[in-house]
């Protein structure tokens, strides 16, 4: 189960990036910023074909998101999904704790590969742990900083052309919380095997996993 937090990862920079659902051209947004903030989390490529969001309905649709294999491995991906689907309650959207009822991860596959030394997600997970404790740092909060900068850059250009000025107590209200009520992940498919030998040794199906109450309804999870 401790490689499921690659999918809490990727929720959780879906929902970072939904902070920003004013912008007009939020799918692109949402998919950079999961690129971006991925990318820089596990130290290797993340990769989104596509993103599309229904503001009206409260969903976010994002098809084929995979995560390569960290340096050291075979050149496939670690981490591979078909399709994931947020479900966002509107209700919420400008609440400081953003409720999310359902997000839906379908035909999601886990490769987990041993190199003779370490496995890729024990690297993974020391990358993670690693942006964590950097960017938790009193004094070091780099790329978090840089993402949210590049997006109020963008906001400052749209109200310039609206003839509107960026409000400082406005952006500071847009930091975020979330509360996931249902992570389900449905027909997972988990892969092991030693780099040297391309030929994988277990081959593994889970039909379902669902996992409750994701964060608090009074303190929510932050994309930090």
């Known amino acids: 189960m401790k490689k499921i937090v690659l999918v809490f990862i990727l929720v959780i920079a879906v929902l970072g990036g939904l902070t920003y659902w004013f912008f007009e051209n939020l799918d692109d947004f949402i998919k950079s910023y999961m690129v971006e903030y991925g990318s820089k989390m596990t130290k290797t490529d993340v990769e989104v074909d596509s993103v599309k969001t229904d503001i009206s309905k409260g969903e976010i649709l994002i098809n084929r998101i995979g995560i390569e294999n960290p340096k050291g491995f075979s050149n496939s991906e670690a981490f591979e999904a078909e399709e994931i689907i947020i479900t966002v309650n509107k209700d919420t959207w400008n609440k400081d704790i953003i409720e999310i ?112 109450n994701i964060g608090s309804e009074t303190k929510g999870a932050t994309p930090e």
Request: charged share 35%; no cysteine.
């Open 101 to 212: 009822p359902l997000v839906l991860i379908k035909n999601p596959e886990i490769i987990y590969e041993y190199n003779g030394k370490k496995t890729n997600f024990f690297i993974l997970k020391e990358n993670i742990e690693s942006y964590i404790k950097l960017t938790s740092s009193k004094d070091v909060k780099t790329t978090i900083k840089n993402v949210t900068k590049s997006a109020d850059n963008e906001l400052a250009k749209t109200n310039q052309i609206r003839g509107k000025t960026v409000n400082k107590d406005a952006i500071e209200k847009r930091k975020k919380t979330f509360f996931i009520k249902e992570l389900k992940i449905v027909d997972l498919e988990i892969k092991a095997r030693v780099s040297s030998i391309k030929k994988d040794f277990l081959n593994k199906k889970i039909p379902l996993i669902v996992i409750k």
